[in-house]
């Protein structure tokens, strides 16, 4: 827990910030991109988002009440949550389990109560941060959006270069 809230701390005002994480003798060093803050317009979802790579998105501090019945993480790379093709979107598991699920697949993990979580999500391999248009916390059951964040939009290959980790003694 010490670690997720260092990482808030340092990035939440920051559009572009490094990081230094100590565990034990090692020191890791990271290069995070602010993506924005979650808009919350159902079920208290708020929080903040952030590109940890090309591949992982990262939320502090999320929460969201739990209360609709079927909602997930989803993302895509085309419209909005509302106007887009669901073949250019993919739920993203939360807690992922090393498995990616297409918007259809009704074998997905819903979403229940969660106060103030970091949560790490990792993106399917046919799709990159800088092609997200937006992440929304959806309600398939409903086609209801109960809070979303739009991704800037140019979101350079350039800000995930020196994301790979760096360890010193």
Same mark, same amino acid.
Request: glycine share 6%; net charge negative.
């Given at each position: 827990?010490?670690?997720?809230?260092?990482?808030?701390?340092?990035? @939440? +005002?920051?559009?572009?910030? #490094?990081?230094?994480?100590?565990?034990?003798?090692?020191? /890791?060093?990271? /290069?995070?991109?602010?993506?924005?803050?979650? !808009?919350?317009?159902?079920?208290? =979802?708020?929080?903040?988002?952030?590109?940890?790579?090309?591949?992982?998105?990262?939320?502090?501090?999320?929460?969201?009440?739990?209360?609709?019945?079927?909602?997930?993480?989803? =993302?895509?790379?085309?419209?909005?949550? %509302?106007?887009? &093709?669901? #073949?250019? +979107? #993919?739920?993203? #598991?939360?807690?992922?389990? &090393?498995? !990616?699920?297409?918007?259809?697949?009704?074998? $997905? *993990? %819903?979403?229940?109560?969660?106060?103030?979580?970091?949560?790490?999500?990792?993106?399917? *391999? !046919?799709?990159?941060? %800088?092609?997200?248009?937006?992440?929304?916390?959806? @309600? %398939?059951?409903?086609? $209801?959006?109960?809070?979303?964040?739009?991704? *800037?939009?140019?979101?350079?290959?350039?800000?995930?270069?020196?994301?790979?980790?760096?360890?010193?003694?």
């Amino acid at each position: 827990m010490f670690l997720y809230t260092c990482f808030y701390m340092l990035c @939440c +005002t920051m559009s572009s910030q #490094a990081i230094f994480i100590v565990e034990g003798n090692t020191t /890791k060093m990271t /290069k995070i991109t602010k993506i924005g803050d979650l !808009h919350g317009f159902s079920y208290g =979802v708020a929080g903040h988002v952030f590109a940890i790579n090309e591949d992982t998105l990262f939320i502090t501090n999320f929460n969201y009440s739990g209360k609709g019945p079927d909602a997930y993480f989803w =993302v895509g790379t085309e419209g909005t949550p %509302r106007t887009t &093709d669901e #073949a250019s +979107t #993919a739920i993203l #598991a939360y807690p992922f389990e &090393d498995k !990616h699920y297409e918007y259809t697949d009704l074998t $997905a *993990p %819903r979403l229940g109560k969660l106060e103030n979580v970091d949560i790490s999500m990792t993106l399917p *391999p !046919h799709l990159r941060v %800088r092609d997200l248009k937006w992440l929304s916390v959806w @309600c %398939r059951s409903f086609s $209801a959006n109960f809070g979303q964040v739009l991704f *800037p939009d140019k979101i350079q290959k350039e800000s995930f270069e020196d994301s790979k980790l760096e360890e010193s003694e």
